[in-house]
T-cell receptor
């Protein structure tokens, strides 16, 4: 079985402060991990994926297979980062099915 | 390219009725997946269609069904609606079976009274 855990429902930080959104997963094989973001009144959209190893909007995430984690980080939070963030896992094989975490709401305040 | 389009945006139905939701994928995308989003359960996978065939199914009762047409458009049907079926239903498309990432539509908000 595959499972994704996001322990924080809400993370509130000040503008300019570092951000870390936690994600842990459970999967017996080699998964593909994603972070999706949903801004207010917008559709769910891909933020980044671990195989790309890129930085999007200043966010990065490193897959740690030893700790089975895929935490999302940004050194300096901006107001426009306020949104709902979902960690998702895709298993090996031909299915496109994603298993999502319950999401973390990031609130960036002045 | 136009994004994933879902219709209608909002639906209000009564318990016991049935409902059909529609999804048009991004042009060229052949795989369509459906998810249910609720405050309590979050995002849960319903099913995936590719080449007009259901390829994968989540843990939902048989009242939830779907189909895909030759132009890759997909419909989802829920029969004998229950109050607990009230949710945002999201459709996502990808270029092929198992391909990632998924591109999501805005969803259809279903309210069952």
């Amino acid at each position: 079985a595959q499972r994704v855990t996001q322990p924080e429902k809400l993370l509130s930080v000040f503008k300019g402060a570092p951000v870390e959104l936690k994600c842990n997963y459970s999967y017996s094989g080699s998964p593909e991990l994603f972070w999706y973001v949903q801004y207010s009144r917008q559709r769910l959209q891909l933020l980044l994926r671990h195989i790309s190893r890129e930085s999007i909007k200043g966010f990065t995430a490193d897959l740690n297979k030893g700790e089975t984690s895929f935490h999302l980080k940004k050194p300096f939070a901006q107001e426009e980062d306020s949104a709902m963030y979902y960690c998702a896992l895709k298993g090996t094989g031909t299915a496109s099915k994603l298993t999502f975490g319950t999401g973390t709401r990031l609130q960036v305040t002045l | 390219k136009a994004g994933v389009t879902q219709t209608p945006r909002y639906l209000i139905k009564t318990r016991g009725q049935q409902v059909t939701l529609s999804c048009s994928p991004i042009s060229g995308h052949r795989s369509v997946s459906w998810y249910q989003q609720t405050p309590g359960q979050g995002l849960q996978f319903l099913f995936e269609y590719f080449s007009e065939t259901q390829r994968n199914k989540g843990n939902f009762p048989g009242r939830f069904s779907g189909r895909q047409f030759s132009n890759s458009r997909s419909e989802m049907n829920v029969s004998t609606l229950e109050l607990g079926d009230s949710a945002l239903y999201l459709c996502a498309s990808s270029p092929g079976q198992g391909a990632s990432p998924l591109h999501f539509g805005n969803g259809t908000r279903l309210t069952v009274t």
